[in-house]
């Protein structure tokens, strides 16, 4: 199995900023794609940024030019960068990998357990 766990949620003022982390632990064979997804209550989990193996990030339009994300291949890490927080960033985030466990196995999600993310204005 792959755990992934996240850290550097928090509370903090409209304008600030915040860096989330992401470690990749387990029987991992290989990682593809990693992720961050945030849910606010009541609302739908949606996609924040994403990155492929090879370092392409992809952005919702909500979080263009605010937030970055990056990874370190070697330590099965990812991060999301974020400035100018608003108050509608309030929300627990995921993180999101797609890995296989074996040379010959499968490609398989994964999901962290997420941290909190709290934007007072």
């Known amino acids: 199995q792959v755990q992934l766990v996240e850290s550097g949620g928090g509370l903090v003022q409209a304008g600030e900023s915040l860096r989330l982390s992401c470690a990749a632990s387990?029987?991992?064979?290989?990682?593809?794609?990693m992720a961050w997804y945030r849910q606010a209550p009541g609302k739908q989990r949606e996609l924040v940024a994403s990155?492929?193996?090879?370092?392409?990030?992809n952005y919702a339009d909500s979080v263009k030019d605010r937030f970055s994300i990056s990874r370190d291949s070697a330590k099965k890490m990812v991060y999301l960068q974020m400035d100018s927080l608003k108050a509608e960033d309030t929300a627990t985030y995921y993180c999101?990998?797609?890995?296989?466990?074996?040379?010959?196995?499968?490609?398989?999600?994964?999901w962290g357990q997420g941290t909190q993310v709290t934007v007072s204005s």
């Open positions: 990155i492929t193996s090879s370092g392409s990030p």
């Open positions: 387990g029987s991992i064979f290989s990682i593809g794609s």
């Open positions: 999101y990998a797609e890995a296989k466990t074996r040379w010959n196995g499968v490609v398989r999600a994964f």
